[in-house]
């Protein structure tokens, strides 16, 4: 079966944006700030970078704005999930999980994993 | 200070993404970028700038295939799907009519021996492209308008590296093909062509590429001959011959008639569809032009003895000038789309002074 646009695996970027603003409205340095946070310091997202994953989740509806804060006379706009970015973002979570479990699984079987350690 | 001159240069950075994408995030993005700078910071970081120049070139080229997805497009592609179909019909006509009734002034060495099963091919085939894109067998026409592109780079193309001047004359033609085979190819409504044309702008645009093909023929048909014993005067006039001037300024007015109704067939058409048709003209037009100069096709000297080789440069702007062509036309549609239309003016009747 062929995966619509809404069904395709996420990038990396668009994830861990849907998933920094999962428990809190954020705005966009504070979304910078949490995404290197959550990937362990490995995600580093530029403003360019943000700004087109926000665009194109604003515009399928994954997220929305919640509220504008002028602050030092700068425009801070702060983001939210809406109900069907959470949906989307679970969805995300299951398929990650599930091949993870099978990679984790097929490791353990053929003794490739450390002791204890998890893939 | 150093924040103010910073601020001036992302700002420059931002202007090269689209309009639509400044107006909703420029100060916020703007705000992010001067909080994730060092402090002393005058120039933006060559990360950033990368990602920003990226970032923008990519929104604008998402915002450019969005409009491609507007049904003026696709009305658009519809009709010069058919137009296309309809001069590369006359073309081949013209062609024929090349082959049947030479041009008396040719020596007889270099004379055609007359119509080859090729020539017939393209009046046949073509006439069959615009016949099914009419009565709404699009993809029967864009199948025939393929065809006939895979037959000009078989036939035509092959001899690029013997006869160049050949290939190059033939190329408006073969970009003619090109845009009816991918405008043809697109989806569109059955008869939708017709519908946006309606049966005067078809006869029109039929009348203004049938009646050149006429006035060549009547032309070559009446013509006068070479025979040095032929004792009668004949005129002649950019390739038109005749007995008599009135008959060449009877030619003339035909020709003129031929490009009136262009323009009724044009002006006949809805705006948004007429100024995309002249877009996607464009590059065919700029290609024909490019052509007729010695700027790109081959070079011969003025005794015809020896042609001076095609350059890599010339190749390319074989290339670049048609794209040029089509991506300038873009621009100006979207500024004719963008200028906003202005309320008519409020006229108020000025009150008489009170005593």
């Known amino acids: 079966m062929l995966l619509g646009m809404t069904d395709s695996p996420m990038r990396e970027p668009t994830f861990l944006v849907l998933t920094a603003l999962a428990e809190t409205p954020q705005h966009g340095y504070a979304v910078i700030e949490d995404v290197l946070r959550i990937s362990d310091g490995q995600v580093r997202l530029r403003a360019g970078t943000l700004y087109a994953v926000l665009d194109r989740l604003r515009a399928d509806g994954l997220i929305e704005v919640d509220r504008e804060e002028v602050v030092q006379s700068r425009l801070r706009r702060y983001y939210r999930l809406t109900a069907l970015g959470a949906a989307r973002l679970a969805d995300e979570v299951a398929r990650l999980r599930r091949n993870a479990d099978a990679a984790n699984r097929r490791l353990r079987r053929a003794g490739l994993l450390p002791q204890g350690g998890t893939a | ?355």
């Open chain 2, 1 to 355: 200070m150093s924040a103010d001159e910073l601020e001036r240069r992302y700002r420059r950075l931002l202007a090269v993404y689209p309009w639509e994408h400044r107006r909703a995030y420029e100060d916020e993005m703007l705000a992010v970028l001067l909080a994730d700078a060092r402090p002393g910071q005058t120039r933006p970081s060559v990360g950033d700038a990368v990602n920003l120049l990226g970032a923008g070139l990519r929104a604008r080229l998402r915002v450019g295939a969005r409009g491609f997805t507007e049904p003026a497009w696709a009305d658009a592609a519809a009709v010069t799907g058919v137009l296309v179909a309809l001069v590369l019909f006359a073309a081949a006509g013209w062609s024929l009519v090349d082959q049947a009734v030479p041009d008396p002034l040719l020596p007889p060495p270099v004379r055609p021996g007359g119509p080859d099963q090729v020539d017939w091919l393209r009046v046949g085939g073509w006439a069959a492209v615009l016949v099914a894109a009419l009565v709404g067998l699009r993809r029967v026409a864009a199948g025939l308008a393929w065809a006939g592109v895979a037959a000009w780079v078989v036939l035509v193309g092959s001899s690029v590296t013997g006869q160049p001047a050949y290939v190059i004359g033939t190329l408006p033609q073969f970009a003619l093909a090109l845009l009816a085979a991918g405008t043809l190819t697109l989806p569109a409504p059955p008869r939708r062509a017709l519908r946006l044309l309606g049966r005067r702008g078809l006869g029109a645009f039929t009348l203004a590429a049938v009646l050149p093909v006429g006035v060549l023929a009547a032309s070559r048909l009446g013509h006068p001959t070479a025979d040095p014993a032929d004792g009668n005067p004949w005129y002649s006039f950019h390739g038109l011959y005749a007995r008599s001037p009135l008959v060449i300024l009877l030619f003339l007015a035909v020709l003129g008639l031929a490009a009136v109704a262009v323009l009724f067939g044009l002006a006949a058409l809805d705006p948004r569809v007429r100024w995309r048709l002249v877009v996607l003209l464009s590059p065919v037009a700029a290609l024909t032009l490019l052509i007729d100069t010695p700027l790109a096709g081959e070079v011969v000297d003025a005794l015809g003895l020896y042609t001076i080789p095609l350059a890599v440069t010339r190749w390319a702007a074989l290339v670049l000038v048609p794209t040029m062509t089509f991506l300038a036309g873009l621009v100006l549609l979207r500024r004719r789309k963008a200028t906003p239309t202005l309320p008519p003016t409020q006229t108020t009747t000025p009150k008489p002074p009170t005593p």
